[in-house]
């Protein structure tokens, strides 16, 4: 009998979370794996539920208000309960082999760092801690010999077709362009957080729907696959693609490109994280090419979707920068869930933010991180504020 893998699933809860759950379960699910740890924030009740299925030895939530909720949920369960950002941080730490990172925004580093840092392979949902910390991120992989694979759907295409002989001449992401690709600005203006959270496509967090509307996702899917391939900005290029049939593509020197396709499912990308280097089969609808027919391609309309403009001035400003940008957006994000902002002031906020930080100080070591993040978000708030008024 082969031992069990050991995992681990931050962001156990959310929409990568219960995706990656699913996958462990058609992998072999208790046969098959161990699972360390399981951490939520707000749902509790499902957290225990995930627990107790998967026989956890451990399940955080990181709301420390929680902790007696949780605790009651997993009695007579076996399964150790914690509460609170630290713990959320200790459970990434435990001897996991294998961790999902798929905590939703810059909640999502520390917790991601520790893992790093003991060298486990880290299968990583979780965009903006290379948004934020990039080079900080890569360097504890590297320095303690772990592995990181992308989740993201893009860059998991691309992984998957990066010839290690040849350096890409471009990565180009599809972006399928969400909701309101072919809006007018006026209508745009007056979307609500419900439509902006319904995603054609694809089916995800209600955060990361909402960046998808705003291009916001794409944008710091660009700052994303800088980091992770090791390209220059200007290498990499945005492609709107309606049927997210093609999920990223790499051009070599010699003209030809190279791209991944599929159903528009993001357990295919985590079966691939968990899988690598085989491929694991969790029965996944097959394409029809038939069926489909025909895939379109537009160019984005920068326009209408500032976030791409955005994201390129932050990588080329450096230094914390696109942290800031990450912040500022995140503020937005909550304003406009909020009702206190529109869809289009989104852009607005973080650009004026992003004006006013400038220049943002260089990214040393993690507390620049948290410092420019703070920082961005006060700023990224103040109008905010002034926009609602
Ligand atoms: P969700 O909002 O669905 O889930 C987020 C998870 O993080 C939940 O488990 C949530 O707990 C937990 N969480 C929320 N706040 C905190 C906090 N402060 N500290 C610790 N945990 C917290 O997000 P998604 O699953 O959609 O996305 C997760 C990450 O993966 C994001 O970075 C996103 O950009 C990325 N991603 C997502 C894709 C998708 O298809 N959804 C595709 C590619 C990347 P609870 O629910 O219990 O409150």
């Not at 990066?162 to 001449?169: F, G, K, S």
């Not at 690709?181 to 209508?187: A, K, V």
Request: glycine content about 10%.
């Amino acid at each position: 009998m082969t031992a069990r893998r050991s995992v681990t699933v931050l962001g156990a809860t959310g929409s990568i979370g219960r995706s990656t759950l699913d996958v462990l379960a058609r992998l072999g699910g208790r046969d098959a794996f161990a699972v360390e740890a399981l951490t939520g924030n707000g749902n509790i009740a499902l957290l225990a539920e995930q627990a107790r299925a998967l026989g956890a030895r451990l399940a955080v939530t990181a709301d420390p208000e929680r902790y007696g909720d949780l605790k009651a949920a997993l009695a007579g369960s076996g399964v150790e309960a914690a509460a609170g950002a630290d713990a959320v941080c200790e459970a990434a730490a435990r001897p996991a082999g294998w961790v999902m990172a798929a905590i939703v925004g810059a909640a999502g580093l520390k917790p991601t760092l520790e893992a790093a840092r003991r060298g486990a392979t880290v299968a990583l949902a979780n965009k903006e801690c290379l948004v934020c910390a990039g080079p900080l991120l890569l360097a504890e992989i590297a320095r303690a010999g772990g592995r990181l694979i992308p989740v993201d759907s893009e860059h998991s295409a691309i992984f998957q077709v990066l010839d290690r002989h040849a350096d890409p001449e471009r990565i180009i992401l599809t972006a399928s362009g969400g909701p309101f690709r072919d809006w007018p600005l006026e209508r745009m203006a007056r979307v609500t957080p419900r439509e902006a959270a319904t995603h054609p496509n694809w089916s995800m967090g209600v955060k990361i729907s909402i960046d998808s509307a705003t291009m916001f996702n794409k944008a710091l899917e660009m700052i994303e696959a800088r980091w992770l391939f090791g390209v220059a900005p200007e290498r990499v290029e945005v492609i709107v693609h309606p049927q997210s049939i093609i999920h990223s593509m790499v051009g070599y020197a010699d003209g030809a490109v190279l791209a991944q396709l599929g159903p528009p499912d993001m357990r295919g990308a985590i079966a691939y994280a968990l899988s690598w280097p085989g491929r694991g089969d969790v029965g996944l609808e097959r394409l029809d090419f038939a069926r489909l027919a025909r895939l379109d391609f537009h160019a984005p309309d920068e326009t209408r979707f500032p976030a791409l403009r955005l994201a390129r001035a932050a990588m080329a400003a450096g230094g914390g920068a696109c942290c800031a940008f990450n912040a500022a957006k995140e503020t937005a994000l909550e304003a406009f869930i909020a009702g206190r902002i529109g869809f289009l002031d989104m852009a607005r906020v973080v650009e004026e933010a992003l004006a006013t930080l400038s220049p943002v100080g260089e990214v040393v070591a993690l507390p620049d991180v948290f410092r420019i993040d703070a920082a961005a978000r006060r700023a990224a708030a103040g109008f905010c504020d002034a926009l609602a008024a």
